[in-house]
């Protein structure tokens, strides 16, 4: 009998299109503490999962841009700053970023009719203001990203998150003021975005360079697609910039992942144009729109990852999950995929319930993703 593949050996054949010895499993756990992610591996809720996931999980080790930046700019004189104010009388804790007299706030106000999220940036012009501070490359230190690369070994492969050319706008306005700007002030939109895109570019090139990951997480497409926006938009605002970004991952030999929560069906054709090394995730009904059958006509034999939705693993039994990843598995055959929830492990604790489904999760996937 061979031996197991290594996670990384297994995903680098996957991603060549090369025959591997089982289904990959991902649970999107990094191998090393993410901010926006629980810290799994010191957390004692997650302490019973630890051993499935040594044995049997595949790991892409996803890291942020390893230098501060406020819209891709390095500039060092932009100051971020947490504050509290008295806003209508209620003291109200205050993000604010500063450059000169610029001065933009985001905070949660108190009013009569209830709570209103105010983002930094409220009018379009602001987004003039922002583009006219002068730009500073946001130099990377990738000392310990090599360190981490060290340690991750053949547990999984290195994963980068640099965003898109949309992820700055998006953090700093409203989604409703994205969705409407769309349509009212789209040529202002392009301007700022086709500056975040030069400046994307050239993080990119650097972690490139470096050979600072193996795969890159493209987040910030599904943005730009339904329903916050009509799929028209989804070609100007998003295959605009990402099928460059895929490209040039590409050209240097490495691989990316996109990363769509939405109506995906509605733009799979746009998916195709910018010709990612896969597609994370794939929602069928009642949350989403598209199967992964559908996915597949489309996108032929780009690699799928799902579709096992996240809240199914809070309400689902360990045999409810058994069936749903089976169902999964099977629909897939016939094309490269990674099973995956849909998200998580954003949870600080776990139930009893959760942990079995997880467990049940990791055994379905082994069972019907061996290859025969």
């Keep these: 009998m061979k031996p197991a593949m ?28 993410l901010g926006c992610y629980t810290d799994v ?15 049997y999980c595949d790991t892409f080790d996803r890291r942020g841009y390893p230098a501060a930046h406020f819209c ?10 947490t504050m509290t104010e008295n806003i209508n009388g209620v003291p109200t804790e205050v993000r ?22 105010r983002h930094y940036v409220d009018d379009p012009v602001q987004l003039k203001d922002i583009a006219a501070i002068p730009y500073i490359f946001p130099l990377p230190d990738f000392t310990k990203i090599e360190t981490e690369k060290q340690e991750l070994g053949d547990k999984g492969l290195t994963m980068l998150d640099l965003g898109d050319a949309l992820t700055p706008l998006y953090q700093i306005v409203s989604a409703e003021n994205f ?21 994307c570019m050239a993080m ?34 998003c295959v605009r910039y990402v099928k460059g970004i895929a490209d040039l991952i590409r050209s240097y030999g490495k691989y ?55 809240d199914d693993l809070r309400s689902q039994t360990p045999e409810g999950m058994d069936v749903m990843v089976k169902a999964a598995m099977e629909e897939a055959q016939g094309g490269r995929f990674i099973l995956s929830p849909t998200a998580g492990p954003y949870e600080e604790t776990l139930t009893d319930r959760q942990i079995k489904n997880y467990i049940a ?4 996937g082994i069972k019907y993703g061996k290859k025969k």
């Design 256 to 310: 990316s992942i996109v990363h769509y929560h939405g109506n995906l069906y509605h733009v799979l054709d746009g998916m195709k144009e910018i010709n990612p090394d896969g597609l994370h995730t794939i929602e069928a009904p009642p949350v989403g729109n598209c199967t992964i059958t559908q996915a597949r006509e489309v996108l032929e034999n780009m690699i799928l990852i799902g579709n096992i939705q996240y």
């Design 204 to 237: 990119y090139k650097a972690c490139l360079e470096k050979n600072a990951a193996d795969v890159y997480f493209i987040v910030g497409t599904e943005f730009a697609g339904p329903p916050l926006l009509p799929p028209a938009k989804f070609s100007g605002l």
């Design 361 to 364: 999760f990791i055994e379905a």
């Design 96 to 117: 604010r970023i500063k450059y000169g007299n610029l001065c933009m706030r985001k905070f949660v106000e108190t009013t009569a009719a209830g709570k209103i999220i």
């Design 41 to 55: 591996y010191n957390n004692p809720y997650y302490k019973p999962l630890l051993p499935y996931i040594e044995k």
């Design 179 to 199: 969705a409407i700007w769309s349509l009212t002030d789209y040529d202002a939109m392009l301007e700022f975005t086709d500056l975040m895109y030069k400046r």
């Design 72 to 81: 891709f700019n390095g500039n060092q004189d932009i100051k971020q700053e």
């Design 6 to 33: 290594t996670s990384r050996e297994r995903l680098l054949r996957l991603f060549a299109n090369q025959e591997t010895d089982r289904t990959p499993i991902w649970l999107l756990y990094p191998y090393h503490r």
